[in-house]
């Protein structure tokens, strides 16, 4: 890869004193590191906002964007008020790129040197990511399972095009599945990658929420209602999250939300255009298997993409 590389790095942080200072060395090490860092401290009454301070002096490409304390903290819509406050606080259109961080993250040195080489190997691919992994107490790394459908949520890493294209993220929860989906649908490639440059060390489980892991995992269903999927594959996604720890409790706990926020009218996504897509992939998935099918959606957005430069090329595929 030659020549700069412009890329934007946004950091919503409430309380993350203990991990902050970890995920800004492993940022620094970077091989490329990011024109830009803002960190939002959102009103963290921990030790978050004395350790900014301290890198923000050392970097010169960190800014520390600080918000008052608003309460209790709010997950989902919160994080991108959040991120939205640094998002706006730059002139994004002098990036080429544009990452969404959690401040809980061990990066692996050429982290978004391997992102943008991906990147420029296929035009198509407007968001992705590496895998999470939790470190146990011997130092062994964890797969934590996810699928290949998404960039990971803790960091989103996108073609500023494709940002733009998909009108940024939704302030609710589910913003960080909905956002995959409208990839697919406006004709990008969205995916996390297995690869040992791409190894992300996540200082805390996934879906564990500030109030626990049952907690995430209620959250987590209650996103699976917002982001619009139907009871099947809801129930679907339950069975394969069962050997996931804490075992079946946490299947139960993502059944639950999901369930709950139907019967108490949750409000979700209502999109006509996203509904139709969203519950096409989702039967595609169910019948013929989340690889074949994701593999059909990014042949198509090549083809989508060459119909774009060569007008009456037929598109085929899963549109």
């Known amino acids: 890869m030659t020549g700069e590389r412009r890329y934007l790095v946004v950091t919503p942080c409430r309380d993350e004193g203990e991990f902050i200072a970890s995920a800004i060395e492993s940022l620094a090490a970077q091989s490329v ?31 520390v964007v ?46 978004f040197e391997r992102l943008m080489e991906e990147m420029d190997r296929e035009p198509c691919l407007g968001a992705v990511s590496g895998k999470m992994y939790l470190r146990d107490g011997q130092g062994r790394l964890h797969h934590e399972r996810r699928g290949d459908d998404h960039a990971a949520g ?64 209620t959250r987590g269903g209650q996103g699976k209602w917002r982001i619009g999927s139907s009871p099947w594959y809801l129930l ?41 897509h969203l519950r096409r992939y989702e039967w595609r998935t169910l019948l013929r298997g989340k690889a074949r099918t994701l593999n059909e959606y990014d042949e198509d957005a090549r083809l989508r993409r060459a119909a774009r430069v060569a007008p009456g090329m037929p598109r085929g595929g899963a549109s």
């Open 33 to 63: 590191r990011p024109t830009t860092w803002v960190i939002v401290d959102d009103g963290s009454s921990d030790s978050t906002p004395g350790i900014l301070a301290e890198y923000e002096r050392r970097f010169d490409f960190i800014k």
């Open 66 to 111: 600080r918000r008052e304390d608003r309460g209790e903290r709010r997950v989902g819509p919160g994080v991108i008020e959040a991120f939205y406050a640094g998002y706006e606080s730059v002139d994004p259109s002098a990036y080429e790129f544009v990452c969404k961080m959690d401040a809980d993250l061990e990066l692996p040195g050429r982290y």
């Open 154 to 217: 803790p960091t989103k890493f996108y073609r500023r095009a494709c940002f733009e294209d998909i009108g940024g993220f939704v302030r609710m929860v589910g913003w960080d599945g909905i956002d995959g989906h409208v990839c697919r649908m406006k004709g990008w490639i969205a995916r996390s990658m297995v690869d040992d440059e791409l190894r992300v060390v996540h200082l805390r489980q996934m879906g564990s929420s500030h109030k626990g892991v049952l907690h995430g995992r």
């Open 236 to 276: 679907a996604t339950a069975v394969y999250r069962m050997r996931d720890k804490p075992y079946v409790l946490g299947a139960l706990a993502m059944t639950y939300g999901y369930f709950r926020a139907m019967l108490t009218g949750v409000q979700r996504m209502d999109d006509p255009a996203y509904l139709k």
